[in-house]
């Protein structure tokens, strides 16, 4: 299995990096072998900015070609291209143990100077036993402006055998400064019948609900798959594309808009309890509070803890977010099916399993009502990206969903 296989639909971004891949890899053997001189130019360079919508596999191709620049495998003298899924080059880095490969994901709302000067420091080092420093950024658009500042001079000026993987949503939500001076691949969302493809061969989904979930989550892959194998995670969205059929009068939005913040929440616990539990008695067992002294930690310890308590504080602020985030997501999906039933279109419906609802707000407003009624939602969206409390920016969406 090549790295490449996990990456749907995206072809030609496959092409040009295993191209750079190849190049990479030309160049660290000239190195090896002394014969390093200059030559028809690389495909590869030192920084990348994978961007693309939500689900599209942003992370994914970054940990693909960080895999492709680490490969070992003998097949590359012999014309092979690097990046085979099998060597232990490959294997170390898409499981995330390559001793020359940091993978980067953050759980909190942004990413500080601080974590940024690690990173930096951390791409100053000459690899360890692999082939090239590799630093994946999986939510580089999170880095605030001073920590875009501090990686902005590591991408200016390379340390050799470096190279940085950025991804991000969209060029705008990286800093003109550091875009500039990386290579941009721009993914795209992937269809919904390669996204079930890719549920049943490797999660090994019943094919009717892996072509559900993909529909259902438009062609974003992370969703798809928690959709298809997460009872609770289909229970939710159930919920959730009831609100448009519960909206009826005014006290109706207002509960529902309650009921939707409470789901959240209770969404965000139930991820955040088991981490935070394995968490604290890690830290606490490090820290040196036996179990035999009454659990009570040695003196000057008290500052770590609080540390943690307070990063588990921001996790689960974005947590209940994202959460939120997915919702709207989800009602959006929903007026978009109602709005394709109101024009006759013939594109595909991503909620088939609530047609019955679907035809009947259909029947029951016009388009121009089904526009503002995305527009609420999008605004909703936009508030709480303005950190506006969440429960106030979600009644004002469900009157406004009310009113049409």
Not at 148 to 176: F, I, Q
Not at 326 to 342: E, K, N, P, S, W
Not at 357 to 385: F, M, V
Request: with cysteine; proline share 4%.
């Amino acid at each position: 299995m090549a790295v490449w296989d996990d990456l749907v639909g995206q072809d030609r971004v496959i092409e040009q990096l295993a191209a750079a891949a190849r190049d990479g890899d030309a160049l660290v053997t000239a190195e090896a072998a002394g014969d390093a001189g200059p030559g028809a130019a690389s495909k590869m360079t030192h920084a990348w900015l994978f961007t693309g919508p939500p689900g599209s596999g942003r992370a994914t191709a970054a940990r693909a070609f960080a895999a492709a620049l680490q490969c070992v495998s003998p097949d590359r003298a012999r014309g092979g291209a690097p990046g085979c899924g099998f060597c232990d080059g490959c294997h170390t880095t898409l499981v995330g143990t390559h001793a020359d490969v940091e993978i980067v994901r953050t759980d909190v709302l942004s990413i500080g100077v601080k974590e940024t000067r690690d990173l930096v420091r951390r791409a100053q080092l000459s690899p360890a036993g692999g082939r090239w420093q590799v630093i994946v950024l999986e939510d580089a658009d999170r880095l605030t402006e001073g920590a875009g500042n501090v990686l902005l001079k590591a991408v200016e000026e390379p340390a050799p055998r470096t190279v940085w993987l950025l991804c991000a949503p969209s060029l705008e939500d990286v800093l003109p400064t550091i875009r500039s001076r990386c290579r941009s691949l721009t993914l795209r969302t992937p269809p919904a019948a390669a996204v079930a493809d890719l549920l049943v061969r490797r999660d090994g989904i019943e094919p009717e609900l892996a072509a559900q979930s993909a529909r259902a989550t438009q062609g974003h892959i992370g969703r798809a798959r928690r959709l298809a194998t997460d009872e609770r995670a289909r229970a939710r969205r159930a919920a959730v594309l009831r609100m448009p059929l519960r909206v009826a009068d005014m006290g109706g939005a207002l509960k529902a808009a309650q009921e939707l913040i409470d789901a959240a929440t209770e969404d965000a616990k139930q991820v955040a309890e088991e981490i935070d539990t394995k968490e604290t008695e890690e830290l606490r067992a490090a820290l040196g509070a036996a179990a035999g002294t009454g659990g009570r930690l040695p003196r000057g310890t008290a500052g770590a803890m609080k540390e943690l308590q307070d990063r588990q504080k921001r996790r689960a602020t974005r947590t209940q977010r994202d959460s939120l985030d997915l919702a709207l997501t989800d009602l959006t999906g929903f007026y978009r099916d109602v709005l394709a039933i109101q024009l006759g279109s013939r594109v595909e419906l991503a909620n088939t399993d609530t047609r019955d609802a679907l035809e009947r707000i259909a029947a029951g407003s016009r388009p121009e009502a089904t526009l503002r009624r995305i527009e609420a939602i999008a605004a909703c969206r936009q508030a709480l990206d303005r950190n506006v409390a969440p429960l106030l920016a979600v009644e004002a969406m469900a009157v406004a969903l009310r009113a049409g």
